[in-house]
């Protein structure tokens, strides 16, 4: 009698499977953070350089007068005016609000506005201010404050809608001027790195605190005090062609931005200048872009040339050599951090705002972008991206297939973690 046929051993191929599994993601961690330490070292003791900006330049958008900002103390002066000038009521967001000079100013004109009277309310992400002291993010009972808890899901930890990070910065003040772009409060952001910001006046403005009031009423029972009252606002009067906000809420299941940027870059006929600080986009975003290219669009993306997160470069030069093939002209910029989340299209489309294009920005954080169907704010944002382009080094296609081998290596191995960030 034969004996019994034997099956294949399913246990040692599993265990071999695992241990792979746990090896390849034990790598990747030991990779990401030598090259963090790494980085953070050779910055040590490192001065800033300066850096090409362009002046405030405002222009007429429909109804709207809308000013570009490319440098920090430009910006936080007109902010710092606006708040001391206000009367009624401030609306100011912000992601990361450093406990320094600059975020010193800032806390000060906050309370001096409520103390005249000001009805002042504030929202901050916790996540992001982990490191700043606590005795900083104390305000006097005047100043109505949402702290963003770190932790938002509660007992609903399956829920994926609550775990988006607010990296909105948002000033309204008086129903008279809003701020949006992707500048935080900290005298670094004042001088050494490279943002774009925009200040609307007109009816645009209501939108902008629509964007602040539905946010706070969503979270509101997170706000310091028992009796925090919900923002009520009336309905906007206008409908304004020219300038659309458009809105991530990872709460509503609701993202935006990404539909907005897909939509202008299919429909490119002439040019695309993109500004990033992080691209960590899908893959559907780079076909876009690759599509463009080979149609003749003048596809551009400027970058920084090392950002402040080391681990996202390597990660994204992943989608390098597929760019460069089809036409792409990757650009990236030298001595500062650019910070920029702004894209300019055929001389007429323009988007400045805060979503990077990242799965945390595009699908995950709560972000806002303004939108702009203007030729005359398009040319402003050549302008400042022909600036930028002449500080920057540009990536060729035979440089970047003449890379070392433990770069390969380093970029293969890191690869996996692009639907993470």
């Not at 000001?118 to 006097?140: E, T």
């Not at 400042?384 to 770069?407: K, M, P, Y």
Request: charged share 25%.
């Amino acid at each position: 009698m034969s004996s019994p046929r034997k099956g294949p051993r399913i246990g040692p191929l599993l265990a071999g499977v695992r241990r792979l599994l746990l090896g390849l993601i034990g790598a990747q961690f030991a990779i990401a953070i030598g090259l963090t330490l790494v980085d953070s070292y050779r910055r040590r003791g490192k001065k800033p350089k300066p850096f090409p900006t362009t002046a405030p330049k405002e222009v007429g958008v429909g109804e709207n007068q809308v000013t570009t900002y490319t440098y920090g103390q430009d910006l936080y002066d007109d902010m710092l005016s606006a708040i001391a000038a206000a009367k009624t009521q401030i609306l100011f967001e912000t992601y990361i609000w450093k406990d320094d000079g600059i975020g010193e100013q800032f806390k000060a004109a906050l309370t001096d506005a409520a103390d005249r009277g000001v009805d002042v309310h504030v929202i901050y992400d916790a996540f992001a201010n982990l490191v700043v002291p606590p005795v900083f993010k104390r305000f006097p009972p005047g100043i109505k404050v949402l702290r963003y808890p770190v932790y938002n899901a509660g007992w609903r930890f399956y829920d994926l809608r609550r775990y988006g990070r607010n990296h909105r910065k948002i000033l309204v003040v008086d129903d008279v001027v809003g701020f949006v772009g992707g500048y935080n409060i900290g005298s670094a952001y004042a001088t050494e790195w490279r943002d774009t910001h925009v200040r609307i006046t007109g009816p645009g403005v209501w939108d902008l605190k629509h964007a602040f009031a539905d946010f706070w009423n969503l979270n509101r029972h997170r706000a310091v005090g028992r009796r925090v009252q919900p923002l009520l606002l009336d309905a906007s009067a206008h409908w304004t062609p020219t300038i659309r906000f458009h809105r991530n809420v990872p709460r509503q299941w609701n993202f935006p931005i990404r539909s907005m940027y897909l939509d202008a870059i299919n429909r490119a006929t002439k040019n695309i200048w993109l500004t990033q600080a992080y691209f960590l986009p899908d893959q559907d975003f780079v076909d876009s872009l690759k599509w463009a290219a080979r149609r003749g669009v003048d596809v551009r993306l400027l970058l920084p040339l090392k950002s402040n997160h080391i681990v996202a470069d390597w990660v994204s030069r992943g989608y390098f050599a597929q760019l460069l093939e089809s036409g792409v002209r990757i650009l990236r910029f030298r001595d500062a951090m650019v910070h920029a989340k702004t894209a300019t299209i055929d001389g007429n489309w323009s988007t400045v705002g805060t979503a990077n294009i990242d799965r945390l920005s595009l699908q995950g954080n709560y972000e806002i972008n303004v939108e702009f169907v203007d030729p005359d704010l398009a040319l402003v944002m050549e302008e400042i991206f022909a600036v930028d382009e002449s500080n920057s080094l540009e990536l060729t296609l035979s440089e970047w297939q003449a890379r070392d081998l433990h770069r390969k290596f380093t970029e293969y191995v890191l690869g996996p973690l692009r639907p993470l960030l």
